[in-house]
Every structure is written in C-alpha cells, then in structure tokens.
C-alpha cells in the first residue's frame, strides 16, 4: 500500500484554467504539506497542515488554496492558472510533533500550456 | 540567501569512492533531514537527525548542532546510489530545503 499517494502523476491543462490535485496519506499522520519543486529542482514549501492550524508560506499566490476534508486527506486547488505555475507539486505527511520524519508522495508534473 | 545551503552542487564519482555532502544552515532548528531524490522524481526521507550520528547500510549522516553543520557520506558508491540528495531544516512545522547535490556514480 502506498502511503502518500497523489493523483493525478501528470497534469497538462491551459492557462486560465483552474486544476485540482488529490493526496491521500494513510499513515495517520496528523500533518501534511504541499511542497513546490520548480524547473532547477529547487523545493519550496507551500503549505502545511494539521487538523488545527494552517500555514501559509506567504510568497504563495492566494490562487492556490488547500482543502482538507478530513485527516487523511489535503488537496491542492489552483485556480486561474499561469505559465509559472509549471512545476512539480509534492505531498507529504508526517505525525505531529517538530521531530519526525515526513513521507513524500510521488509528485505530480503540471504543466500549464 | 537561502536558510540551507549544501555543497557540492553536482558531483561525479567512480563506484567505491568515499562520498560526502555537506550541508549548513542559518536558522535554529528541530531536526535536519536528508532526503534523496531518484531519476523517476520520487523523494524519499534517508535520515532524521537532531545530534550526533546515523547509519544506515552504507550511508552514515553526521550533525554538528553548535557549528549547524550536517555530513551526508556514501561508503563504497554503487551506480544506483546516483540521485539528488537535498538536505532539510525543520524549525517547527515547515521545512527549508537546500538545492541538492546531484550525485553521479560512474561504473
């Protein structure tokens, strides 16, 4: 069983268009993150989550938004899509706490044409 | 300036070589971590560390907490250890990441 799984794996879609992307951890982790990996590979994070509090990091474009609808799972929505929204969108998940470990999902590739 | 930074940027090694990224950090943190990151895109967590030593199989992942310092080593380097191995800072519930160090290991 896979423990961070993320649908869709790739994701072309135009510009002005709005997308979702679904991750699912069945770890029972309490926390899960949205991370940005863009065209030099460089990882940033978007989001974290827990069933308490939010973070935004805030050079993220109010045009992204996190949905979760339970512990399980946090979805990423973006709508009016850019160009430079084309990157690589990584889930993960860990346990509460600031010393653990976090699981990564495979990553999803958008591309906005 | 990024909060991590990690060197060498690319490195190319010939199978068995000793191998060692570094990586140093600007902010106080709970726990470093390394990750590496195969050809197919996947990330998967190496080491958690928040003092002193890991191993794990060939790979050992050091921490100087004092000097915000961290060692990644590679002993005797296979072809499929070839990936990119980043290094993370976490100062609570986010993490930072360095840019990676794109490891090559030539048969």
């Known amino acids: 069983d896979t423990a961070v799984s993320q649908t869709p794996k790739y994701l072309v879609t135009q510009m002005g268009n709005d997308k979702s992307i679904k991750c699912e951890q069945n770890?029972?982790?309490?926390?899960m993150y949205w991370y940005k990996q863009d065209s030099k590979k460089f990882l940033k994070i978007m989001f974290s989550?827990?069933?308490?509090?939010?973070?935004i990091n805030e050079t993220v474009p109010n045009r992204f938004s996190p949905k979760s609808p339970d512990k399980a799972h946090l979805n990423l929505h973006i709508n009016s899509l850019e160009l430079g929204d084309s990157a690589v969108y990584f889930c993960?998940?860990?346990?509460?706490?600031?010393?653990?470990?976090?699981?990564f999902g495979q990553g999803t590739r958008l591309t906005v044409v | 300036k990024n909060e991590v930074e990690q060197s060498p940027q690319n490195l190319t090694a010939q199978e068995g070589e000793f191998i060692t990224i570094n990586c140093s950090y600007s902010?106080?943190?709970?726990?470093l971590h390394w990750l590496q990151q195969h050809p197919g895109g996947g990330i998967v967590s190496l080491f958690m560390?928040?003092?002193g030593k890991k191993k794990h199989g060939r790979l050992i992942a050091t921490i100087n907490i004092q000097e915000k310092h961290s060692s990644l080593h590679i002993t005797a380097s296979h072809p499929r250890d070839s990936a990119v191995y980043i290094c993370?800072?976490?100062?609570?519930?986010?993490?930072?990441f360095g840019t990676g160090t794109s490891l090559t290991v030539i048969p």
């Open positions: 993960a998940s860990s346990p509460i706490g600031t010393n653990t470990e976090a699981f």
């Open positions: 770890l029972g982790h309490d926390t």
């Open positions: 989550y827990n069933n308490k509090e939010l973070i």
């Open positions: 902010v106080g943190i709970s726990a």
């Open positions: 560390l928040s003092s």
């Open positions: 993370a800072v976490s100062p609570g519930n986010q993490f930072y």
